[in-house]
């Protein structure tokens, strides 16, 4: 019996992205948006210094963990849930992924699948920068005693494992090491000032709500290495997004007259890039 693969995304017509391939998408969303002067100024005011590199691609580590709670079985039971298909014996009830992502660090088998260790030494911010991403969707995740365990549980069908949670984490930790292996060279501490937190937690929203999107983003065809195509067939994987906006105030500094918008420039923003950081 062949064990399930997580997914990150599914419409309603069962189609599925993998976990991985839409964490990797809204992560290299952040790297872009990022490259913005506008908001790495913010950043860096936020930060109260400019931003390195290491700090950056640290940043893009916590953002492509910010699904690691969609590796549960109860939100992986979800891809029932758009049919009459009854949810199949063994697998518990469908579950979310945000509060429920604060198991893993309660779990020290969950957690050591992932790059802990490592990211510990990133600085004290860390840790409430990762929450904060994990909080992606507007409310911040708090513990819930709520959370049933057997959701980080194996799934189990005539007496064979068909989803495991934990061999879904240690896979999401092997692609953080593999993808992004910079983040984890020596660099300064994160920043840690709760108004980084908040600009950080926005970003990390916007992203995740950019990287979602299907025409820019198609789901992951069988096989595909997701990680070479995101720099390799920018056609596929680019959106120009209006976010520099240098070009429309210099524009309206200086209107020819009311109503008239010839003067105005032609939509412009930036190309999408994302590079492997090894």
């Given at each position: 019996?062949?064990?399930?693969?997580?997914?990150?995304?599914?419409?309603?017509?069962?189609?599925?992205?993998?976990?991985?391939?839409?964490?990797?998408?809204?992560?290299?969303?952040?790297?872009?948006?990022?490259?913005?002067?506008?908001?790495?100024?913010?950043?860096?005011?936020?930060?109260?210094?400019?931003?390195?590199?290491?700090?950056?691609?640290?940043?893009?580590?916590?953002?492509?963990?910010?699904?690691?709670?969609?590796?549960?079985?109860?939100?992986?039971?979800?891809?029932?849930?758009?049919?009459?298909?009854?949810?199949?014996?063994?697998?518990?009830?469908?579950?979310?992924?945000?509060?429920?992502?604060?198991?893993?660090?309660?779990?020290?088998?969950?957690?050591?699948?992932?790059?802990?260790?490592?990211?510990?030494?990133?600085?004290?911010?860390?840790?409430?920068?990762?929450?904060?991403?994990?909080?992606?969707?507007?409310?911040?995740?708090?513990?819930?005693?709520?959370?049933?365990?057997?959701?980080?549980?194996?799934?189990?069908?005539?007496?064979?494992?068909?989803?495991?949670?934990?061999?879904?984490?240690?896979?999401?930790?092997?692609?953080?090491?593999?993808?992004?292996?910079?983040?984890?060279?020596?660099?300064?501490?994160?920043?840690?000032?709760?108004?980084?937190?908040?600009?950080?937690?926005?970003?990390?929203?916007?992203?995740?709500?950019?990287?979602?999107?299907?025409?820019?983003f198609p789901y992951a065809e069988p096989g595909e290495d997701r990680i070479?195509?995101?720099?390799s067939v920018p056609d596929r994987r680019s959106k120009k997004w209006a976010?520099?906006?240098?070009?429309?105030?210099?524009?309206?500094?200086?209107?020819?007259?009311?109503?008239?918008?010839?003067?105005?420039?032609?939509?412009?923003?930036?190309?999408?890039?994302?590079?492997?950081?090894?």
């Amino acid at each position: 019996m062949n064990q399930i693969n997580a997914w990150g995304k599914l419409n309603q017509q069962g189609q599925s992205h993998p976990l991985t391939a839409h964490m990797l998408d809204v992560a290299a969303c952040f790297c872009a948006i990022s490259e913005v002067d506008s908001v790495r100024r913010a950043l860096a005011r936020a930060a109260g210094r400019p931003l390195t590199e290491i700090d950056l691609i640290r940043l893009a580590v916590l953002v492509f963990l910010h699904d690691v709670g969609k590796a549960n079985a109860g939100f992986q039971a979800k891809r029932w849930g758009h049919t009459e298909q009854a949810l199949p014996h063994g697998w518990p009830a469908p579950a979310g992924h945000t509060h429920e992502a604060l198991f893993i660090f309660g779990d020290a088998k969950l957690l050591g699948e992932l790059p802990a260790e490592e990211m510990s030494t990133w600085g004290a911010a860390c840790w409430s920068l990762w929450r904060a991403s994990i909080s992606h969707h507007g409310r911040p995740v708090v513990e819930s005693s709520g959370v049933a365990v057997e959701i980080w549980r194996p799934v189990t069908q005539a007496g064979q494992v068909v989803y495991d949670p934990q061999a879904t984490l240690r896979k999401i930790g092997q692609c953080t090491k593999q993808w992004f292996a910079k983040a984890f060279q020596d660099g300064p501490p994160l920043p840690q000032s709760p108004e980084f937190s908040h600009l950080f937690a926005g970003l990390v929203q916007f992203a995740d709500w950019l990287g979602s999107g299907t025409r820019f983003f198609p789901y992951a065809e069988p096989g595909e290495d997701r990680i070479n195509g995101c720099g390799s067939v920018p056609d596929r994987r680019s959106k120009k997004w209006a976010l520099t906006t240098a070009a429309w105030r210099q524009a309206l500094r200086f209107p020819r007259a009311c109503g008239d918008s010839s003067s105005l420039p032609a939509s412009r923003g930036f190309s999408y890039r994302f590079s492997v950081y090894s």
